[in-house]
Nanobody, 123 residues
């Protein structure tokens, strides 16, 4: 069983910063990529940033230059440093992992999601 647990959301004033964390646990063999998505009320879930293992990062145009995605030393963790936050960044942020899990010979590739963490940007 694989779980993704996020933390770090909260209320911040415009122009402020937050750092989101996500840790994947369980019978993980390898991780192909991890990322962050967000969903605001009445809107579709959208990609914020992604970081494949061994590849280059990818950001939504709306967050380029303000957000930074990184992987932890444990490699099963991913962070999202969010600076210069704007009211339009307010949303529920979801961690996402594309990974292989299970026993050798029975590996399964699947995308997992965290439970979401609320980010509110308001004065």
């Amino acid at each position: 069983q694989v779980q993704l647990v996020e933390s770090g959301g909260g209320l911040v004033q415009p122009g402020g910063s937050l750092r989101l964390s996500c840790a994947a646990s369980g019978n993980i063999f390898s991780i192909n990529a991890m990322g962050w998505y967000r969903q605001a009320p009445g809107k579709q879930r959208e990609l914020v940033a992604a970081i494949p293992s061994g590849g280059s990062t990818n950001y939504a145009d709306s967050v380029k230059g303000r957000f930074t995605i990184s992987r932890g030393n444990a490699k099963n963790t991913v962070y999202l440093q969010m600076d210069s936050l704007m009211p339009e960044d307010a949303a529920v942020y979801y961690c996402n992992a594309d990974l292989l899990s299970g026993r050798i010979g029975e590996l399964v590739r699947r995308v997992y999601w965290g439970q979401g963490t609320q980010v509110t940007v308001s004065s």
